[in-house]
């Protein structure tokens, strides 16, 4: 079965490091991966996708994502944190007219 | 250029009874997508619609029903509500361009509480 993974409930990081938001999948054929962000309350914001082409992607806010097909992960990244990305990040796995399946959520945390 | 819009946003109804949510899908975008995201949890599909007929449809009872109009905008009905029905209602529209395909907008939510 198609299926995305989340490994890490929660990841604290202080403003101004380095942050990783990890993401495995399982899936068959060739996947469509997405980054989303949800603050409180809110809807899901679009962050970047791959779908074919360069391993990674830049999206927006600052994120990009690593495509690694052979450790089957499309982890999101940002160079420097901020307090302000604090928020719930979603993977999630599709294609073009098939259901997303998302991941559990991952809490990020950035202390000032 | 508008985003995927959702109506209303906060709503309150008793057990039994029945609602309909409301979705216009981001202008150039011909399909809509809905899903129940439950507190604490991801998003889970329940359907599809595309050119006014359900495409693919979640794991999810007879009780919720959808239809998408003419002009691509789509509405979820659930019938006979459940507590367990409390939830915030994702819309999401896609669609294809000469860049190919355009990805999932979402909608900010409608948010229901059945009590």
């Known amino acids: 079965a198609q299926s995305v993974a989340q490994p890490e409930d929660q990841v604290n990081v202080a403003e101004g490091n380095p942050l990783t938001v990890k993401c495995t999948y399982s899936?068959?054929?060739?996947?469509?991966l997405f980054w989303y962000v949800q603050y409180p309350n809110r809807g899901l914001q679009f962050l970047l996708k791959?779908?074919?082409?360069?391993?990674l992607v830049k999206g927006s806010y600052g994120f990009e994502a690593e495509f690694n097909k052979s450790q089957t992960s499309f982890h999101l990244k940002k160079p420097s944190a901020l307090v302000s990305d604090s928020a719930l990040y979603f993977c999630a796995y599709g294609g073009a007219t098939n259901k997303l399946i998302f991941g559990t959520g991952t809490l990020l945390a950035v202390q000032p | 250029d508008a985003g995927v819009t959702q109506s209303p946003t906060h709503l309150i109804k008793t057990r039994g009874q029945q609602v309909t949510l409301r979705c216009s899908p981001k202008s150039g975008h011909d399909t809509v997508s809905w899903y129940q995201q439950a507190l604490g949890q991801g998003p889970q599909f329940i359907f599809q619609?595309?050119?006014?007929?359900e495409r693919q449809r979640g794991n999810f009872p007879d009780r919720f029903s959808g239809h998408q109009f003419p002009n691509y905008s789509s509405e979820l009905n659930v019938n006979a509500l459940l507590l367990g029905d409390s939830a915030l209602y994702l819309c999401?529209?896609?669609?294809w361009g000469q860049g190919g395909f355009y990805g999932y907008t979402f909608g900010s939510g409608t948010r229901l509480t059945v009590v």
């Open positions: 791959y779908i074919t082409g360069d391993n």
């Open positions: 619609y595309y050119e006014e007929e």
């Open positions: 899936v068959s054929g060739n996947p469509y």
């Open positions: 999401a529209s896609s669609g």
